[in-house]
């Protein structure tokens, strides 16, 4: 598992895609798939639209399940994640919004730990920090 995380349109999914430029690779967009699409390589972007649609009061149990899916879903294929760095210290005033960015901050670490390499997309620039 690769992750790729930077702030919104910092350019993540140009540099992941080309990267993968020169493989069969599925982008996949703000859902986790349900079935496996047959590829070499398996791009997932956008968790964060996804986890909108869930219970977020079960933060815990919705990583580990997500998490677990995940791994599935890197059988017998590469998977490279791209998520949005939503924290950077500023904490919403909403409810929803605050435990958006908790989910996503506890959910980052158990992909961080899992993952094989992570890099960090600042404007275009990447910077490998795992």
């Given at each position: ?14 540099y ?12 996949v ?102």
């Amino acid at each position: 598992m690769h992750v790729f995380i930077g702030g919104a349109y910092n350019g993540k999914t140009d540099y992941v895609m080309t990267l993968l430029e020169d493989q069969e690779a599925v982008l996949v967009d703000g859902y986790l798939p349900e079935s496996i699409p047959e590829c070499d390589v398996l791009v997932i972007k956008g968790l964060e639209k996804w986890l909108v649609t869930q219970n977020l009061e079960e933060d815990e149990a919705l990583v580990n399940a997500m998490l677990t899916r995940l791994q599935a879903l890197e059988q017998n294929r590469t998977l490279y994640i791209i998520v949005t760095d939503m924290g950077r210290g500023v904490v919403p005033m909403e409810k929803q919004a605050r435990l958006l960015r908790d989910t996503c901050g506890r959910l980052y670490q158990a992909l961080f730990a899992e993952a094989e390499r992570v890099i960090r997309i600042w404007y275009g620039i990447a910077e490998q920090i795992k």
